[in-house]
């Protein structure tokens, strides 16, 4: 292998890469700036003129600040289950990798269930109808925690197994009552891990689009992916609002992305080859 | 230390059965268990009768097998079951393939290798439905970018979208596009944690790079590769949202899976019918991945 022949694949991957990667967000970029009208020939032009700022304003205030509304719901949605996401799956974690019962397979087995069986829809809608949380913001905040607990138990059971327990058993004697052990002690010894969960599930949530489609219907309780499956009806001839909208709830998943780039990669791949 | 540690070890087996003195208290499982178990386990095995009946949401009446009946009698819904089953062959036999070619790319000394994780990487992380809105105005047949750019090098561009042959492919190439970064990754981790002596051993008995690939790499990221595929078979079996903001499981029902399907079904009313076809899809998980993952384990055994 020559400096040369390496020096080429390098930059054949560049070159490839920008093309099949990069265009379609730079598409996405440049739509948004543009006018009805350009936008509607769907090209890779420049934009002849600055419209980003009267296409974010058209978007934010379209049908009462719709938007708005959105961006709060996904923002409590999204904080709320990924709060108890961590909690509860790391106590599972914590006491599935120290305590060895009978039941262990059980749960094992049950988990293991969670991550391939497709929930069942129109039975859980009715079961939230009968409990009253159909269409509510905090009904959807449960589902998420339930959807997502197989993942995350999986990921704390891993880390929690490498934490050597004479930890906790020297807690113990220092006189340290369960919660003590778990919430002072092991939980803040968690914080690698908890970091790449907050990181997947958030990101999980935050995108999400079925499960808000089923289970929050209507306008009032949108959800950011819902705005613009709403308005891809409503704008389907203005392109350039629909990839405004897109740009503009691809930022938090960006930002997620800037700060947390190595954590996604080493978590996930911790997660994802030993489980 | 030790006398500390082999008291507390002393502790803890002391307590495991008095359930109160347990450091590991069993109430630790209460709140997922409650939450997973009403909204997940529940749903899912009422399923099991649902699935079995005409139902409004507030009446039921049993009918037996004939959701299922049904479902197999018609031919669109057949052709949902096919197609599922092709989308999830043809994503994750890609992935697979491109996901282990990136990361051998990406672990050798290439340059900007930072940039390129990065770029590959990004997509996983963009929403499913802006991906699939973004795609579909790319692929226009004659306004979109994808086919102007092959008109450009003299090559009429298909219509990706309209034509009933290619748009369930061509779904699933976004889907790809979408989920390589991941397959990726954790083709990456695979690699980077083969231990560099095999590679040595290999040099000395003068291997040369193909069979290096051939004969430590390959066999040797087989974790890596049972996770990607159950993990992108799976998702690919369920995949709804990537159909939905692409096709709609059109044109006609020539891009229709089961997931879109439920999905009609319980739009058009349909509670039992729909519930049926979630049991079909469950069934049809079972027997393709549970085999599937046994055959990916087992062979990884013998290695």
Same mark, same amino acid.
Request: charge should be positive; aromatic fraction near 12%.
């Given at each position: 292998?020559?400096?040369?022949?390496?020096?080429?694949?390098?930059?054949?991957?560049?070159?490839?890469?920008?093309?099949?990667?990069?265009?379609?967000?730079?598409?996405?970029?440049?739509?948004?700036?543009?006018?009805?009208?350009?936008?509607?020939?769907?090209?890779?032009?420049?934009?002849?003129?600055?419209?980003?700022?009267?296409?974010?304003?058209?978007?934010?205030?379209?049908?009462?600040?719709?938007?708005?509304?959105?961006?709060?719901?996904?923002?409590?949605?999204?904080?709320?289950?990924?709060?108890?996401?961590?909690?509860?799956?790391?106590?599972?974690?914590?006491?599935?990798?120290?305590?060895?019962?009978?039941?262990?397979?059980?749960?094992?087995?049950?988990?293991?269930?969670?991550?391939?069986?497709?929930?069942?829809?129109?039975?859980?809608?009715?079961?939230?109808?009968?409990?009253?949380?159909?269409?509510?913001?905090?009904?959807?905040?449960?589902?998420?925690?339930?959807?997502?607990?197989?993942?995350?138990?999986?990921?704390?059971?891993?880390?929690?197994?490498?934490?050597?327990?004479?930890?906790?058993?020297?807690?113990?004697?220092?006189?340290?009552?369960?919660?003590?052990?778990?919430?002072?002690?092991?939980?803040?010894?968690?914080?690698?891990?908890?970091?790449?969960?907050?990181?997947?599930?958030?990101?999980?949530?935050?995108?999400?689009?079925?499960?808000?489609?089923?289970?929050?219907?209507?306008?009032?309780?949108?959800?950011?992916?819902?705005?613009?499956?709403?308005?891809?009806?409503?704008?389907?001839?203005?392109?350039?609002?629909?990839?405004?909208?897109?740009?503009?709830?691809?930022?938090?998943?960006?930002?997620?992305?800037?700060?947390?780039?190595?954590?996604?990669?080493?978590?996930?791949?911790?997660?994802?080859?030993?489980? | 230390?030790?006398?500390?540690?082999?008291?507390?070890?002393?502790?803890?087996?002391?307590?495991?059965?008095?359930?109160?003195?347990?450091?590991?208290?069993?109430?630790?499982?209460?709140?997922?268990?409650?939450?997973?178990?009403?909204?997940?386990?529940?749903?899912?095995?009422?399923?099991?009768?649902?699935?079995?009946?005409?139902?409004?949401?507030?009446?039921?009446?049993?009918?037996?097998?004939?959701?299922?009946?049904?479902?197999?009698?018609?031919?669109?819904?057949?052709?949902?079951?096919?197609?599922?089953?092709?989308?999830?062959?043809?994503?994750?036999?890609?992935?697979? @393939?491109?996901?282990?070619?990136?990361?051998?790319?990406?672990?050798?000394?290439?340059?900007?290798?930072?940039?390129?994780?990065?770029?590959?990487?990004?997509?996983?992380?963009?929403?499913?439905?802006?991906?699939?809105?973004?795609?579909?105005?790319?692929?226009?047949?004659?306004?979109?970018?994808?086919?102007?750019?092959?008109?450009?090098?003299?090559?009429?561009?298909?219509?990706?979208?309209?034509?009933?042959?290619?748009?369930?492919?061509?779904?699933?190439?976004?889907? @790809?596009?979408?989920?390589?970064?991941?397959?990726?990754?954790?083709?990456?981790?695979?690699?980077?944690?083969?231990?560099?002596?095999?590679?040595?051993?290999?040099?000395?008995?003068?291997?040369?790079?193909?069979?290096?690939?051939?004969?430590?790499?390959?066999?040797?990221?087989?974790?890596?590769?049972?996770?990607?595929?159950?993990?992108?078979?799976?998702?690919?079996?369920?995949?709804?949202?990537?159909?939905?903001?692409?096709?709609?499981?059109?044109?006609?029902?020539?891009?229709?899976?089961?997931?879109?399907?439920?999905?009609?079904?319980?739009?058009?009313?349909?509670?039992?019918?729909?519930?049926?076809?979630? @049991?079909?899809?469950?069934?049809?998980?079972?027997?393709?991945?549970?085999?599937?993952?046994?055959?990916?384990?087992?062979?990884?055994?013998?290695?």
């Amino acid at each position: 292998m020559t400096k040369l022949s390496s020096r080429l694949i390098g930059l054949a991957a560049i070159l490839v890469s920008a093309v099949v990667f990069l265009v379609p967000f730079i598409f996405i970029i440049i739509t948004a700036f543009k006018d009805k009208q350009q936008a509607a020939l769907l090209d890779f032009s420049w934009p002849n003129g600055f419209h980003l700022w009267s296409n974010l304003v058209e978007v934010v205030t379209t049908r009462n600040w719709m938007m708005v509304t959105a961006f709060i719901n996904s923002t409590i949605l999204t904080v709320a289950s990924v709060t108890l996401l961590v909690i509860f799956a790391a106590m599972v974690g914590f006491v599935l990798a120290r305590r060895k019962t009978r039941f262990n397979g059980l749960i094992e087995f049950l988990i293991l269930a969670g991550l391939m069986i497709p929930p069942a829809v129109v039975p859980t809608i009715w079961l939230l109808q009968g409990i009253g949380l159909f269409g509510k913001l905090h009904g959807l905040i449960l589902i998420e925690v339930a959807y997502g607990l197989p993942f995350s138990i999986i990921l704390y059971r891993a880390f929690i197994a490498t934490i050597p327990r004479e930890l906790d058993e020297a807690a113990i004697i220092d006189g340290a009552r369960p919660l003590d052990v778990f919430f002072r002690v092991i939980l803040p010894l968690l914080w690698p891990v908890t970091v790449t969960n907050i990181v997947v599930q958030s990101v999980g949530v935050f995108n999400d689009f079925t499960n808000p489609l089923y289970y929050l219907p209507g306008n009032a309780n949108a959800t950011v992916q819902l705005t613009l499956y709403n308005f891809q009806s409503q704008f389907n001839t203005s392109y350039n609002l629909l990839f405004t909208n897109i740009l503009l709830i691809t930022i938090p998943p960006l930002l997620v992305f800037l700060f947390f780039n190595r954590h996604i990669v080493a978590g996930m791949t911790a997660g994802a080859v030993k489980g | 230390m030790t006398a500390l540690s082999e008291a507390g070890s002393a502790i803890s087996h002391g307590g495991g059965r008095a359930i109160r003195r347990s450091p590991y208290p069993g109430w630790f499982f209460l709140p997922a268990a409650l939450v997973y178990g009403i909204l997940f386990l529940a749903p899912t095995l009422a399923s099991l009768y649902f699935s079995l009946t005409r139902w409004t949401l507030f009446n039921s009446t049993f009918i037996g097998l004939d959701n299922f009946a049904q479902f197999f009698r018609e031919p669109f819904l057949v052709q949902g079951l096919v197609n599922t089953v092709i989308y999830a062959v043809v994503t994750s036999g890609l992935k697979v @393939v491109l996901g282990m070619l990136l990361a051998l790319l990406l672990t050798s000394a290439v340059m900007a290798r930072g940039y390129l994780r990065s770029v590959v990487f990004f997509p996983v992380l963009v929403s499913t439905v802006g991906v699939g809105i973004t795609f579909t105005v790319l692929m226009h047949p004659t306004q979109g970018m994808i086919n102007e750019a092959l008109a450009l090098l003299g090559v009429k561009g298909p219509g990706w979208l309209v034509d009933p042959k290619l748009a369930l492919l061509s779904v699933a190439l976004v889907d @790809v596009w979408k989920g390589v970064g991941l397959a990726t990754v954790i083709y990456i981790a695979g690699i980077v944690a083969i231990p560099k002596d095999y590679y040595e051993a290999a040099r000395i008995d003068g291997a040369t790079k193909w069979q290096n690939f051939l004969y430590v790499t390959l066999p040797l990221s087989r974790p890596a590769t049972a996770t990607v595929i159950t993990l992108s078979f799976i998702g690919g079996l369920r995949t709804f949202d990537l159909i939905w903001a692409m096709t709609r499981g059109g044109p006609g029902f020539s891009s229709d899976t089961i997931a879109s399907v439920i999905y009609k079904q319980y739009q058009a009313g349909f509670y039992g019918l729909s519930t049926a076809g979630n @049991v079909v899809l469950f069934i049809l998980i079972a027997i393709l991945v549970v085999p599937l993952t046994m055959l990916l384990n087992r062979r990884q055994g013998h290695e």
